[in-house]
Nanobody, 122 residues
Framework: EVQLVESGGGLVQAGGSLKLSCAAS????????IGWFRQAPGKEREGVSC????????YYTDSVKGRFTISSDKAKNTVYLQMSSLKPEDTAVYYC???????????????RGKGTLVTVSS
């Protein structure tokens, strides 16, 4: 059974940083793509970033380029999303997703975690 468990969300002031983690199990980690999408209250889902565990290629949506960095630790079967220079508009529930390949939009990838809330105060 595929499981994705997010952690690391919380409350941070604008300009601050947070690091989200996604612990994955139930599949061959280095054969999957893993990513993040977010959904703010009353807004549509937005793909944020994803990484192909096989070749390390990455994707970022324009609004987070230069501020967010996605990485993976194959030894820990974990993907991280380092978020810096956070803005109030980054406030959302962040979901980890996975699939056998990168799929755009990211939120359509097949497996999803339960999410972690990130709140950025102004």
């Amino acid at each position: 059974e595929v499981q994705l468990v997010e952690s690391g969300g919380g409350l941070v002031q604008a300009g601050g940083s947070l690091k989200l983690s996604c612990a994955a199990s139930g599949f061959t980690f280095d054969r999957f793509a893993i990513g993040w999408f977010r959904q703010a209250p009353g807004k549509e889902r937005e793909g944020v970033s994803c990484i192909s565990s096989s070749d390390g290629s990455t994707y970022y949506t324009d609004s987070v380029k230069g501020r967010f960095t996605i990485s993976s630790d194959k030894a820990k079967n974990t993907v991280y999303l380092q978020m810096s220079s956070l803005k109030p508009e980054d406030t959302a529930v962040y979901y980890c997703v996975a699939d056998s390949k990168v799929i755009l939009p990211i939120y359509e990838m097949n497996y999803r975690g339960k999410g972690t809330l990130v709140t950025v105060s102004s």
